[in-house]
């Protein structure tokens, strides 16, 4: 199964104008309803659990890579003045 990752362009385009589809099976918000993301790595979407469950095998490596760069860049951020 491919993962599909949308790349935000160049242009200033905000995250409204970016589409979301369901890392599994594809569907988009319009056929689904809202779309929930990962909670450890926010980088991708999921249908249902169902889905989540099933994408699971292909996302474990780089959700965990992801979560720990959330992680450290909490960690490491500097507090305001």
């Known amino acids: 199964m491919i993962a ?6 160049s ?8 589409v979301s589809v369901c890392a599994n099976c594809g ?3 319009e056929e689904s309803g809202k779309l929930k993301s990962c909670t450890a790595c926010k980088l991708v979407k999921y249908c249902s659990r169902e889905c989540q469950i ?5 996302h474990k ?3 965990r890579r992801r979560a720990a760069e959330l992680h450290d860049e909490k960690l490491f951020k500097q507090p305001p003045p």
Request: proline letters at 4%; a negative charge.
């Open 4 to 9: 599909i990752r949308i790349v935000q362009s």
């Open 11 to 18: 242009i200033n385009m905000s995250t409204e104008d970016e």
């Open 27 to 29: 569907k988009g918000e």
């Open 54 to 58: 099933a994408h699971r095998p292909q």
């Open 61 to 63: 490596r780089e959700c």
